[in-house]
Structures are given as structure tokens and as C-alpha cells.
């Protein structure tokens, strides 16, 4: 029992100075768009593809009920879902054009949480023809499903003259699920640059000394689930940009006075001096600490925005010194180099 508490404190030991071998720190990088179209798309169109067609309207009717849907709620959704894709598109100078073809009645053949099948090319091609666009922007899934939850509780209220009476409270909530389904057409290309599902939830609640009162809360629901479809048109016309994300980064901090110091220097977000210290250990006689110095180096490159200079001293700090932290830094910036050119071609169209 005696060894086995030794070893055990020995492991627990070990763990916490390998531990304090590294720090983290965060840095913002900039990802590529998910979507990326042709130069040559210019003018886009957006049609709303989700209404149900004459054959499927009578479950469409039955799937509103039992799901507690409001009248025309999927209908407004839908329409509010197109014009928040719009709005934001306008906002892109990526586009020459954006039109809203809200005259287009489209209707989709299927229910349930799946997408319908892709329009032909035919029809595409015909659509790019008449209204003069380059790609075609079809929200072609909207779906809502509300899940009521009703309860009772115990609670106290004021009677008149201040006389505090046991009561009881009715609460209503209610969750809405709001479901999209979106393709971008390119006819020229024969291309379906995306097909995108997304998924949103809006809550809502009320309570009350009756059940009439507790429901009362929930007027406001159909407004709420409107600006969600308006939001979620607005997001997936995001896809088409550039965005930032914060990443995080291991670096060494202990091995010499110098790695010490530099610690201190990069807490206070001295970096440049920090990297002073670390380059001049570059060079020292001692491999282990030589790598680790090579690792940081490349950790201050990269914070410099300089991403070849960060993976030359990483590939250093691995093939010279064997630093296994510095592998996967290596992968990691091989990864944001391969996505710089398509960056950069996003930038410029």
C-alpha cells in the first residue's frame, strides 16, 4: 500500500511538472468562407421553394396541427427567411445585383425534415435565362414544430388589505424549433455550390393565477419567430464570407533564466521582447531547450502574421531537436497555408 501511494504521488507529480512545461495563448485568425462561387457570378436571384404543393397541403394541414403551428406560420417564416438572405447579400459587394423573386411560385413536393430534390437544370437554366442572373439562391426547406410544456405550482399572492393567500400558478412554455434548408445553383457550371441545413430554437414562457393569463405570454410568439427567420437568412448569407476565430497556441516556458523571463514578458504582452529571449536561445548548446526555443520563434512569427517564417521554425524545432509539440504545430500551419490561397481568391472577387 506504502509503494503504491509513492507511485501514485510520483505520477501525480510527474503530470503537474510536464504540465508547467507549456502555456497557452489565444491569437484571432481569419478562415476562409465555407461557400465559395465562380468570379463570374454577379447577379443572383432568391426564391422561396418551400411552400406545399396542392398534393401535399392536406398533411401539410395535419403536420401544422400537430405541431401546434399558428396559421400561416411556416408561410411568413419562409418569406421573412428570403428577405433577411436578401438584405444581407445587398450589404456584399461580392454582387453586382441581388433580386428578391418572390413572383416565382415555387412549392416543394416533400414534408419532413429532409431536403427536396434538387430543381432540374432545366428549370434553373430557364429562371437564369428570363430574370438575367448568374446563380440561384433557393430556400428550399422551412419548417416550424412547437413543443408545449403546461405545469402547476404553488405560490403566494397579495389578497386585498396586504393579506398574503396560498394561490396556485399555471405556467405555459413554449419551444419552437425553426428549421431551414438552403442551395445556391450555379447554371453555368452545372454546380450546387451548397446545400446547407440549419437549425434555430426560440422560447417562450408565461405564467399566471390562471391558465388563460399563463397563455397570454405567448402572444408574442409568432413576432419572436419571425426575426428568427430573418436571422437565419441573414446567417446563411454569411457563409459567403471570410470570418475570424480565435485559436489557441502552446509555447514553452521553462528551461533557462531567459525562458523565465520571457514567461513574464508574454503575460504582460511583451511579445517582441519575449521573442528577443527565445531567439537567442535558439542557438545554445542544449538541444532540448534549442528546440523549444525554435518552437516559440515560430509561435511569434505566426502572431506576426508572418505564417511561412512560423512554419520554418517549427519544422525546425521537430526535425532538428525532435520537439513532438512541434509535429502537430507544423500540421496546423500547413493547414492555414493551404487555405490562404483560397483566402486570398475570396478577397478579390
Known sequence: MIIMKKLLFVFIFSCVLFSCKTSQLTLSVTEPAPVTLPREIRKVGVINRSI????????????????????????????QCVKGLTEELMTNRRFDEVRN?????????????????????????????????????????FDTEARVNYSTGRTDIKAPGGIVVPA???????????????RIYCPADRLIADEYHDLQSVKYSGRGVSPLVAVAGLIKRKDAIMEVSRLAGHDYALRLIPFSRRVSREYFVRGTDNFRIARRKAQAGQWEEAGM??????????????????????????????????????????????????????RILENRIRKADLLEYQKIQ
Not at 397541403?57 to 408561410?75: F, P, Q, V
Not at 396556485?168 to 438552403?182: F, Q
Not at 532538428?320 to 504545430?329: A, F, G, Q, R, V
Request: proline share 4%; hydrophobic share 40%.
Open 101 to 141: 423573386l418572390a413572383e416565382i411560385d415555387f412549392r416543394t413536393p416533400k414534408l419532413g425534415n429532409i431536403f427536396p430534390v434538387p430543381l432540374s437544370w432545366e428549370i434553373v437554366d430557364k429562371i437564369a435565362e428570363e430574370q438575367e442572373i448568374d446563380a440561384l439562391f433557393s430556400l428550399d426547406y
Open 52 to 79: 406545399p404543393t396542392d398534393e401535399t397541403k392536406l398533411l401539410d394541414i395535419i403536420d401544422k396541427a400537430l405541431s401546434l403551428e399558428g396559421a400561416d406560420l411556416d408561410r411568413d417564416g419562409a418569406e
Open 168 to 182: 396556485v400558478e399555471h405556467r405555459a412554455e413554449m419551444e419552437t424549433i425553426v428549421r431551414t434548408g438552403w
Open 277 to 330: 529571449l527565445w531567439e537567442k536561445e535558439t542557438s545554445g548548446s542544449r538541444p532540448k531547450i534549442a528546440g523549444r526555443a525554435c518552437h516559440n520563434m515560430g509561435i511569434i512569427s505566426e502572431i506576426n502574421g508572418d505564417v511561412k517564417l512560423a512554419l520554418s521554425w517549427a519544422q525546425k524545432a521537430y526535425g532538428d531537436y525532435n520537439i513532438k509539440k512541434s509535429l502537430n504545430y507544423v
